[in-house]
């Protein structure tokens, strides 16, 4: 069941609980990247626009206890300047002074919660922890997609104690664009998958096979697929314990009519801190593959060029070098520049990888979770996503 959207809160004249995904990387107390605080402005603003006061709360890191270097202070900065309205940053998420804080909040205030897992009642989705945060609230809106994929007090356990409930503009927006692909996606729909770890995919790749048409695999994922196809793969990144599972995902794919595409060429090196590189059609026994080369580009640009839906998660090469970049570069600016291609990017390192290229404006979505993500197109549902049902 779709969860109810904010427009249909009455939100004027309540402490509206705004469960934000404010976990930006930071340097120095300084935010190295606003891309997280930025999607839910509009939120922020729907609420207080419409006479609520919105208590805005976050996680930020995995603090144990109270760490003063994860404060959220910069966030509550860079939200007075964007807002142009002052946004204090209460001491603690609960509590007294904090209470007292919420209470004289005036229709159209903004305020924020300092970080929520400075209590390990947070993770531990505690039942008085999550009844203390709800206290003097009224409504709750959750926009914090990145963590709707845990069972936490402010994403799951505080939605028992404010009935009036609902998603965010962000959150509306995430799970719209995974809808797309996952429930009736318009055919062709093509699947780009890679990164590092086979066994993390596992799940999204049984769910592709039975919905999309193709599934195109680079990364390092892609050795454990031709090793299992009993290809030479030299010294790429294999998961041997995964090689049965590979073999099978591909037997079951061939079996229903669907393609699994895999790298016919190799940008490789002897390690991955290597300088110096080869291209390769077959990869020599003591070297390793760590990009996808320029006749696998081709042909994963030439499966684009015919869908209408694509889903892509997961880096083609080691991105994070220069000189296995150009796979996971090429497919992404070719992909962004298709007229007329759905374009869903996966969040975590593939948003790392493509979203701050100039041309990455023209995808049709970038998601701002990565586990998250990952769950939703398992066919996981997201206990934050949830709990937002009545
Ligand atoms: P994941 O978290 O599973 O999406 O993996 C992302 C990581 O996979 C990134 O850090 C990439 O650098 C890495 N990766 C992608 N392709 C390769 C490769 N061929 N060899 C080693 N690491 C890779």
Request: with cysteine; hydrophobic share 40%; proline share 5%.
């Amino acid at each position: 069941m779709p969860a109810r959207s904010i427009t249909s809160l009455q939100l004027g004249g309540k402490k509206v609980l705004v469960r934000c995904d404010f976990n930006v990387p930071l340097a120095e107390g300084k935010i190295q990247d606003s891309e997280r605080i930025d999607a839910s402005l509009d939120t922020i603003r729907y609420v207080t626009e419409r006479g609520g006061a919105a208590v805005l709360c976050s996680h930020l890191g995995r603090p144990k206890e109270r760490t003063p270097e994860l404060s959220l202070k910069p966030v509550a900065e860079y939200l007075t300047n964007v807002l142009g309205k002052k946004v204090a940053l209460a001491p603690d998420c609960i509590g007294d002074i904090t209470g007292k804080m919420i209470e004289m909040l005036k229709p159209g205030d903004a305020i924020l919660l300092e970080n929520l897992r400075f209590h390990p009642e947070e993770e531990a989705n505690d039942r008085d922890f999550s009844h203390e945060l709800a206290r003097g609230k009224q409504a709750y809106v959750n926009d914090a997609f990145g963590t709707a994929h845990r069972a936490h007090a402010s994403t799951a356990g505080v939605t028992r104690f404010i009935a009036e409930r609902a998603a965010g503009f962000l959150m509306m927006r995430e799970l719209e664009a995974l809808r797309s692909v996952t429930v009736n996606p318009e055919h062709p729909a093509v699947a780009i998958l890679g990164g590092a770890k086979v066994s993390d995919k596992m799940g999204v790749i049984k769910s592709f096979i039975a919905k999309l048409d193709a599934i195109l695999i680079g990364g390092a994922m892609a050795y454990t697929f031709l090793k299992a196809k009993g290809v030479g793969v030299g010294r790429s990144r294999v998961e041997d314990d995964k090689l049965v599972l590979a073999r099978e995902l591909l037997d079951e794919a061939a079996a229903k009519g669907k393609r699994i595409v895999l790298p016919v060429d190799h940008v490789v090196a002897i390690s991955a801190d290597e300088e110096s590189t080869a291209t390769v059609t077959q990869i020599p026994v003591d070297m390793m593959g760590l990009d996808i080369g320029p006749a696998t580009v081709d042909s994963f640009i030439a499966e684009l060029s015919r869908a209408k839906t694509v889903i892509w998660n997961g880096p083609l090469g080691l991105f994070e070098r220069e000189p296995f970049s150009h796979g996971t570069m090429r497919v992404g600016e070719a992909l962004a520049n298709m007229p007329g291609v759905k374009s869903i990017i996966g969040g975590g390192d593939t948003a790392a990888a493509v979203g701050h290229q100039p041309w990455s404006k023209q995808f049709t979505h970038i998601s701002t979770g990565g586990g998250a993500t990952l769950e939703f197109l398992e066919g996981i549902e997201l206990p934050g996503v949830k709990a937002l049902e009545s």
